[in-house]
């Protein structure tokens, strides 16, 4: 089920991938990327034990097998490995199914992913994140996703401070529309997190959006 942003709550199948061009230090998934332990968690995961490689006949034939109308690629940072993903997206278009990348923002997409049936849901990081500016946000690459018809706009905030320096973000780059997503890897956090940013974000003219499966599942890793 995709959990955040304008398809909360729909069925879908994921395809993560492993590696990021970012380290947010409250990442939630660091167990694609974080191989020295920089992030919150301080674990160091192993890239051998959690990552696999898969031919893309053999990816697509397991996502064809969820039977869902819905395809969400994620990661790490999924733009880092477009050119090797072109054809398993045509092939899923090909069969009926919609296909949303979950994006940081920084990489400007392959034209040939710029089609109907394909939706960016792009999270451009603020400094909470403890990434330097210059490595998150890169204005040609937040220009070109806020041209492609249907973009979201997700920003993780945790306080109404932060709704400030998304306005920074959307005034200079035209990143609309705005969802506002609360930081937070357990309920309770994202609860209170949400609950403390809802108006403001409802005085902006902004949307909001839950972290469906946290409330659900908690930080439990899907299989
Ligand atoms: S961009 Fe996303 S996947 Fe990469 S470190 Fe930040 S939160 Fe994690």
Not at 135 to 161: I, Q, S
Not at 193 to 198: H, I, K, P, S
Request: overall charge neutral.
């Amino acid at each position: 089920m995709q959990g955040e942003g304008p398809s909360a709550g729909r069925r879908c199948a994921f395809l993560r991938l492993g590696g990021c061009n970012l380290s947010c230090r409250w990442c939630d998934t660091p167990y694609t990327w974080d191989w020295t332990g920089v992030g919150d968690t301080g674990v160091a995961y192993s890239p051998r034990a959690e990552l696999t490689t898969m031919p893309t006949s053999a990816v697509l034939e397991r996502l064809l097998g969820f039977s869902v109308p819905l395809v969400v690629v994620s990661g790490g940072e999924p733009l880092n490995q477009q050119k090797r993903l072109i054809p398993l997206v045509t092939s899923l278009l090909a069969a009926g199914h919609r296909v949303e990348f979950e994006t940081n923002g920084t990489v400007v997409p392959d034209a040939r992913l710029v089609t109907d049936g394909v939706r960016f849901n792009v999270s451009p990081k603020l400094a909470h994140s403890g990434d330097p500016e210059t490595r998150r946000l890169v204005p040609e690459a937040l220009r070109a996703l806020a041209a492609v018809p249907g973009t979201a706009f997700k920003f993780v905030c945790r306080t109404a401070e932060d709704l400030d320096e998304v306005s920074w973000v959307v005034e200079r780059w035209g990143t609309t529309p705005v969802w506002i997503m609360p930081e937070g890897r357990t309920a309770a956090d994202v609860h209170r997190n949400l609950a403390g940013l809802a108006d403001a974000v409802i005085a902006r003219g902004w949307n909001l959006t839950p972290r469906l499966h946290i409330h659900i599942w908690g930080e439990k890793r899907g299989v």
